[in-house]
T-cell receptor, first 115, second 116 residues
Framework: AQKITQTQPGMFVQEKEAVTLDCTYD???????LFWYKQPSSGEMIFLIY??????QNATEGRYSLNFQKARKSANLVISASQLGDSAMYFC????????????FGSGTKLNVKP | GAGVSQSPSNKVTEKGKDVELRCDPI?????LYWYRQRLGQGLEFLIY????????KSGLPSDRFSAERTGESVSTLTIQRTQQEDSAVYLC??????????????FGPGTRLTVT
């Protein structure tokens, strides 16, 4: 089974609107971490936001927030007030347990922000 | 400060040749990872180094792949007898000792390898 599933290969959003990128994960370990990365066309992976499995509140970083629904095993990324510079690939990732070698990445979602 | 750097940025090689890819992590980062990203796909874990511990090589796809790291410094990924299926972007990431448990990874720009 896939550890990380991103079901949206591509998304379009109008500039200044909010967009949600879906991510579901699969683990039986009670301790895990969830990450979102942005990969612009330049290729570099940029860390956006982190959510620990024991964190009570949803993580937020500026315009990014992570909608963490533990029972559903989902960790959707919400980008508010989209900007043209948000156009990029977005990857959801999971660190399973405290095994720092065990990072799993989804297949990514290509976000296009329209002016 | 300086981020993770990788060299070369692009490498074109003939099938059967050996290649060596280099990664300079952020100073002080104890963990270092290598990933492979094929065109249009997600990241595939290759190998993980943590300080002076034995590396986790469980992601290396074949014995043609090897990697070294001296202490907490530079790492090299070597691919011997390259095949066309090795064509991909090879990404390196480093990670600091955790303050919060996040252990986020800081990625380099990658090396695009093309095997002809």
């Amino acid at each position: 089974a896939q550890k990380i599933t991103q079901t949206q290969p591509g998304m379009f959003v109008q500039e200044k609107e909010a967009v949600t990128l879906d991510c579901t994960y699969d683990t039986s370990d009670p301790s895990y971490g969830l990450f979102w990365y942005k990969q612009p066309s330049s290729g570099e992976m940029i860390f956006l936001i982190y959510q620990g499995s024991y964190d009570q509140q949803n993580a937020t970083e500026g315009r990014y927030s992570l909608n963490f629904q533990k029972a559903r095993k989902s960790a959707n990324l919400v980008i508010s007030a989209s900007q043209l510079g948000d156009s990029a690939m977005y990857f959801c990732a999971m660190r399973e347990g405290y095994n720092f070698n065990k990072f799993y990445f989804g297949s990514g979602t290509k976000l296009n922000v329209k002016p | 400060g300086a981020g993770v750097s990788q060299s070369p940025s692009n490498k074109v090689t003939e099938k059967g040749k050996d290649v060596e890819l280099r990664c300079d992590p952020i100073s002080g980062h104890t963990a270092l990872y290598w990933y492979r990203q094929r065109l249009g796909q997600g990241l595939e874990f290759l190998i993980y180094f943590q300080g002076n511990s034995a590396p986790d090589k469980s992601g290396l796809p074949s014995d043609r792949f090897s990697a070294e790291r001296t202490g907490e410094s530079v790492s090299t990924l070597t691919i011997q007898r390259t095949q066309q299926e090795d064509s991909a972007v090879y990404l390196c990431a480093s990670s600091p000792k955790a303050k919060s448990g996040a252990y986020e990874q800081y990625f380099g720009p990658g090396t695009r390898l093309t095997v002809t």
